[in-house]
């Protein structure tokens, strides 16, 4: 359960971070909210999921979910560049979050 959850957090740190950037610095109320209450859920999910996934590991798979997602949603709206060597190294990072995940014993 612990991983379902950091990996719902991740999910949330993307979210806070689109809403970051759609807020132009806290000038936008609706954006503003999103980000307040993402940044709050994905906090609190991962200090759940840190009670059982080492803190490392924890911190490096939640910041690889929420960077993966905010940059692939930037490459789907048109705000980031689209390459094949950027889609590349999102997949390496995928990949490192995956490998993370299988060595680290948990369930």
Not at 13 to 34: D, I
Not at 64 to 92: D, F, K, Q, W
Request: charged share 5%; hydrophobic share 55%.
């Amino acid at each position: 359960m612990a991983w379902v959850t950091l990996v719902l957090s991740g999910v949330m740190e993307a979210v806070w971070a689109v809403a970051l950037g759609k807020s132009n610095g806290f000038q936008h109320a609706l954006p503003t909210l999103v980000f307040v209450v993402g940044i709050i859920l994905s906090m609190l999910g991962l200090a759940h999921a840190t009670k059982t996934i080492p803190m490392g590991t924890a911190y490096a798979v939640w910041t690889g979910i929420g960077a993966a997602l905010t940059v692939a949603y930037g490459m789907v709206t048109g705000s980031e560049p689209v390459s094949v060597v950027r889609i590349a190294l999102i997949c390496g990072l995928v990949g490192c979050v995956i490998g993370l995940k299988l060595v680290s014993g948990e369930a």
